[in-house]
């Protein structure tokens, strides 16, 4: 999984797995879709129901199951692997799997960005979570307190690496996410920082 804990994260149990089409190399982490079971083709839709998720992981493809019997996230199908909770707001437990209608959605956050790091000395690791608007990040700078502004690279996901030295220094961050919006999360990190801590911004894409 790209994030390790979904409630800390601030994606409670709203959340799904994407197939490869939806994935994108990663690049579809983060964003929000809203969901509703079709009711045309299924007995077992929840009538006037929807839910609104996160997608939070990568649904693998089988290559030993055929496309419609088991093979549910292999390409070029458009599959939801929904948590359970967020699953049974729409549709009966027992039908496993139905046909939905789906459109990327505004994400609604409360608080601000969150920065986890993780890594050694020249690779710092940074999963990037609770992001609001569009949700799924496409870029993103840092900026050390003694240095200046460094692009850094998608690892998997929501984190992001870099090569830089920043042990021992405030950091800044710049997130761009995929609708072409900006923020800058001044002096998010306090220079004491350690691995395995999370930062939140004052800021988020609202």
Not at 24 to 39: N, P
Not at 73 to 102: K, L
Not at 179 to 186: L, V
Request: aromatic share 12%.
């Amino acid at each position: 999984m790209e994030k390790d804990n979904l409630y800390n994260d601030g994606y409670g149990t709203n959340s799904t797995a994407l197939s490869t089409t939806l994935w994108g190399d990663g690049k579809s982490c983060g964003a929000c879709y809203a969901i509703t079971c079709d009711a045309s083709r299924t007995k077992d839709c929840k009538p006037g129901t929807s839910i609104t998720v996160t997608a939070t992981n990568f649904c693998p493809q089988d290559y030993n199951k055929p496309n419609d019997a088991g093979g549910w996230c292999n390409s070029p199908r458009q599959h939801f692997d929904m948590s359970e909770p967020a699953w049974e707001t729409i549709a009966q437990y027992r039908a496993g799997i139905v046909p939905v209608n789906y459109a990327r959605t505004t994400c609604r956050r409360t608080g601000g960005i969150r920065f986890t790091i993780t890594g050694h000395d020249y690779f710092d690791n940074v999963l990037i979570t609770n992001v609001g608007g569009s949700g799924a990040v496409s870029a993103v700078s840092v900026k050390g307190s003694a240095t200046g502004w460094t692009t850094m690279s998608r690892n998997w996901g929501a984190n992001w690496q870099n090569g830089a030295y920043l042990t021992g220094q405030s950091l800044s961050f710049k997130v761009q996410t995929d609708d072409g919006k900006s923020i800058q999360a001044d002096n998010v990190v306090p220079a004491y920082w350690k691995y395995g801590d999370t930062y939140e911004s004052y800021n988020n894409f609202y």
